[in-house]
């Protein structure tokens, strides 16, 4: 069963860092692209960041550019969301998504496979 489980999330504050965790066992990450999502109480979901299956190019919302960043590691089949500068916009909870078309194209308007159950972080003084 492909299914991606978050871990990282928490609270800190403004100007702090996080590092998000998305891992699998039943699968491997670098077969597919991986996304991160967040949603905000009271706001639709968005696309956060995208690291493709293929070549490990990676796409970043505007919002998020230079302050997080995405990479894999293939040795543990995990893919990790660095995330600094943290902002109290930056409080939701971020969820892990998986697809088996593993380029990053369009990533945060198309439909995913497969979803994490999310992980909270909270950004507060």
């Known amino acids: 069963q492909v299914q991606p489980v978050e871990s990282g999330g928490g609270s800190v504050q403004p100007g702090g860092s996080l590092r998000l965790s998305c891992a699998a066992s039943a699968f491997t990450l670098d077969d597919y692209a991986i996304g991160w999502f967040r949603q905000a109480p009271g706001k639709e979901r968005e696309g956060v960041s995208c690291?493709?299956?293929?070549?490990?190019?990676?796409a970043y919302a505007d919002s998020v550019q230079g302050r997080f960043t995405i990479s894999r590691d293939n040795s543990k089949n995990t893919v990790y969301l660095e995330m600094n500068s943290l902002k109290p916009e930056d409080t939701a909870v971020y969820y892990c998504?998986?697809?088996?078309?593993?380029?990053?194209?369009?990533?945060?308007?198309?439909?995913?496979?497969?979803w994490g159950q999310g992980t909270q972080v909270t950004v507060s003084s």
């Open positions: 690291i493709s299956g293929s070549d490990g190019s990676t």
């Open positions: 998504a998986v697809d088996r078309y593993y380029y990053c194209s369009n990533y945060d308007r198309r439909p995913w496979d497969y």
